[in-house]
Each structure stands twice: as structure tokens, then as C-alpha cells.
């Protein structure tokens, strides 16, 4: 078994530019950390039950300063040097070969040694035996990250592109699916088809997808997808490419399954469209984080108070003592984007939600209404009804740029889209 082998390519798989990305981003680390030294660790894939796992994604912050996706690995870093641990895998010659299911060629296919992995990432790289560093979760490190991990470089903002494309088409073949998921299968088919599209041109799904039809469209994390697809309602998809770079998109879009809006679901979609507008009007450089949360819900809750909805004025509804228009909108309507679908989430308030817009941030708009079909405030005509409208926007100087666009917002765009695909 240890002898008689040739040798395999063990040519890494580092995605273009990866490296060379990850060596500028452990440079702002060590500016913003100077005199640190700081531990990450990639990780390892969750169990699933007994020896079975699910599928292994690196820590997002170690791949943001490695470029690489190794299992176990751990990178230390000082004063912006980088050193990588990674348990060697046992190659021909080596009983652990044909032994260890866990690193055994044999068993896990050809895999790049530690030179293999130096030559790619241009780092020092050692066997994993050799790490003499702890592994700790350090808060002020995990908080810095994330706030450097705001504002994306040029390499980053081409790898959302991607994610954003690749998802747009995932849609696309989604709805080409809705006549077939009627018939039988439902929402669970259409998860499944933008899912099998993921993982075919990326990582897979950047999150859990989200597919909700009729009365599921109003719950806001419809990760089930368990129901049927009935023609004459509403589907709501919530569906993100996490490409090979592990860049992910985060977009959103409510279709009549029948291809066309009835009358209330245009009415709906229509107030949903407006807040979305007065949002991506509100996104641009020096402004607070929280304009574009502002500007659509004061769109919302004068609609809302039209529709004879709100118990009290407009003012006092978006007063802070307030919030009646939450009732139908209980969520923030937008985040940053990046590596994480809900990216730089552990950064400090005021530098999030406190935070100032700037050039090379991407973040999602996304409002929406959601009419429970149990909520006996609205009309019954209005009951069951969710529509959300979400883009990505990538902040510039000049102002912002909807990555998302080739998706159209308004409801007869939509019916047109559907129908060319």
C-alpha cells in the first residue's frame, strides 16, 4: 500500500488574487494592532452526527487574512509576518496514507503538502505539531477585524460582483422552476434548484435559503421551505451565492407565481418598492449608517397610516416611544455584506450602527411588509401577504452603486423578467 504510487497534482486551490488580497489585509491588521500577536484559527466542520460532519467552511477572518481554506489550521501573526499551521497530510510512503481517513491521500484525495501551500500564499507554513501558541477568542481582535473587514478593497468588491451575478442567474433558473414546483413539489424544489446552482458555480448557498409562498412569505427567516407553491400567490426568495472566494450575495425578490400581481399583492409590492427607492436614495458617502433604515421607514409608515393602519399619527408612529409601523416591518432593513451574509457583525456600535457610510463599504437595503395571516389588524384581503425587495449597494465616492440591478424593483419589471426567463 505505501509503495508503487506516481504523484498526483497537489496544486492548491487558491481563488486569483487571494494571496496577494490576504497579505494587504494582515498589513492594516498589524497597522490597526501594532505590537500584537494575533491568533486565528480556521476551524473545523461541525459534526452532523457520530462521524459524519457537514460540509467544512474556513473562520471567515482567518480566510480574510490567508486567502486559504484549510481545515484545522492555525496562522499566527506578528507585526504583519504570517505563519501557518496545517496538519500535513500523509502522502505515499507513509502508512497514515492508506490509514488515517482524516489526511490519508487514500482516503481524501491528492492534497498540497506544506511547500505546496508556502509557494502558493507566499507565507511561511509549518506542520500543525509544531504550533506553540494558544487559541483563544480575544474580543478586542475579533472587534478590530470586523471593522476593518467594512471596508472593502478592490479584489473583495470583484468577488461580490461575482456572488451577485452568480445569484442573479440562480434566480433566473429558479424561476424557470415555479410551473414544475406548483405541480407537485413546492417550495422545497425551488430551494433545492437555486441550491444545486450554488454549489455548481460557487461554495453553495451563502445562507440558508429562504423560499416562502403564500402565507410562508410573511415569516421573515422561512428556512423550512416546506410548503406547497400556489399559483395564485405570492413567493418571496431570499437566496445568496457564496462563491469560491467565500463572498457571498444577499439579495431578495417577491414574484407572483402566476406570473401576474393581483391587484392588493401591486398595492403591497408598489408601498414595498417606494421604501426601497427612498432607501437607495439614502446610501452614499458621510452619511450615518442608519439614513436608509430611516428614509424607508418613513415611506412605510406614511403608507401604512393611507391604508387606515396605524392607530396613531406618522410622527408618533416613528417616534422612538413609537415603532406602531414595526408591527408589519419588525426588522432593520439592512447590513454589511462580505465574507459573512450578515458581515462584520462583531464591530462596535459606533462604528456600525453608530457609523458613518464610506467609500468601498457593501451593504443590503431591504424593506419590507409582512401581513401575517393570523393578524387580525390588517383586512382580510391583506392577510398572507409578505413581500421584501433587497438589494447590495456598493458604497463610492461619488455615491452608491446597486451591485443587484440586473434584477428589476417594480412589479411589471418583475412580470416581464419572469416571463423572459
Keep these: 500500500m505505501v509503495t508503487g504510487w506516481d504523484t498526483p497534482d497537489r496544486t492548491p486551490s487558491v ?51 490567508t486567502g486559504c481554506a484549510i481545515e484545522n489550521a492555525v496562522v499566527v501573526l506578528r507585526a504583519g509576518d504570517a505563519t501557518l499551521y496545517i496538519p500535513p497530510p500523509a502522502h505515499p510512503g507513509e502508512q497514515a496514507f492508506w490509514r488515517d481517513a482524516r489526511y490519508g491521500e487514500l482516503w481524501i484525495g491528492a492534497a498540497p503538502g506544506l511547500d505546496d501551500w508556502a509557494d502558493a500564499l507566499g507565507i511561511d507554513v509549518r506542520p500543525l505539531s509544531e504550533l506553540r ?17 467594512m471596508y472593502k478593497d478592490a479584489w473583495e468588491v470583484g468577488q461580490l460582483r461575482r456572488a451577485v451575478d452568480r445569484t442573479v442567474e440562480g434566480f433566473a433558473a ?31 448557498p451563502g445562507y440558508a435559503s429562504i423560499v416562502g409562498s403564500g402565507k410562508h412569505a410573511p ?34 425578490r417577491t414574484f407572483p407565481a402566476s406570473g401576474r400581481f393581483s391587484p392588493t399583492q401591486r398595492r403591497v409590492h408598489d408601498l414595498v418598492e417606494m421604501a426601497h427607492r427612498a432607501g437607495l436614495k439614502a446610501v452614499g458617502p458621510g452619511r450615518p449608517f442608519t439614513d436608509f433604515h430611516h428614509a424607508a421607514m418613513e415611506v412605510i409608515a406614511h403608507g401604512l397610516a393611507d391604508w387606515g393602519l396605524l392607530p396613531v399619527s406618522v410622527d408618533e408612529a416613528l417616534s422612538d416611544t413609537g415603532q406602531h409601523h414595526r408591527r408589519y416591518l419588525v426588522c432593520g432593513i439592512g447590513h454589511h455584506l462580505g465574507l459573512d451574509v450578515h458581515d462584520c457583525a462583531r464591530a462596535g456600535d459606533e462604528a456600525y450602527q453608530g457609523g458613518t457610510m464610506a467609500p468601498g463599504m457593501v451593504l443590503t437595503v431591504e424593506p419590507g411588509l409582512y401581513f401575517h395571516a393570523h393578524d387580525l389588524t390588517v383586512p382580510p384581503e391583506l392577510r398572507g401577504i409578505g413581500v421584501r425587495i433587497e438589494d447590495d449597494i456598493l458604497v463610492t465616492s461619488e455615491g452608491a452603486e446597486v451591485l443587484s440591478d440586473a434584477l428589476p424593483l417594480d412589479a411589471s419589471g418583475l412580470e416581464r423578467w419572469m416571463t423572459g426567463n
Excluded at 459524519?52 to 482567518?62: A, C, G, L, N, V
Excluded at 424544489?189 to 444545486?196: C, E, I, P, S, Y
Design 15 to 65: 481563488v486569483p488574487g487571494a494571496a496577494e488580497a490576504a497579505a494587504d489585509h494582515r498589513a492594516r491588521l498589524a497597522a490597526a494592532l501594532p505590537g500584537r500577536t494575533v491568533v486565528l484559527s480556521a476551524g473545523e466542520a461541525p459534526v452532523r452526527s457520530n462521524d459524519t460532519t457537514y460540509d467544512f467552511r474556513p473562520d471567515s477572518d482567518f480566510y480574510w487574512v
Design 133 to 149: 501558541e494558544d487559541v483563544t477568542v480575544d474580543e478586542e481582535v475579533g472587534r478590530t477585524l470586523a471593522e476593518l473587514r
Design 174 to 204: 429558479v424561476v424557470r422552476e415555479i410551473p414544475a414546483a406548483i405541480e407537485g413539489p413546492g417550495e422545497r424544489w425551488l430551494q433545492g434548484t437555486f441550491d444545486r446552482y450554488a454549489h455548481a458555480y460557487g461554495n453553495g
Design 219 to 252: 415569516t421573515l427567516h422561512w428556512v423550512r421551505c416546506d410548503g406547497p407553491v400556489l399559483p395564485d400567490e405570492l413567493l418571496l426568495l431570499d437566496m445568496g451565492v457564496e462563491v469560491d472566494s467565500h463572498y457571498t450575495a444577499d439579495v431578495t
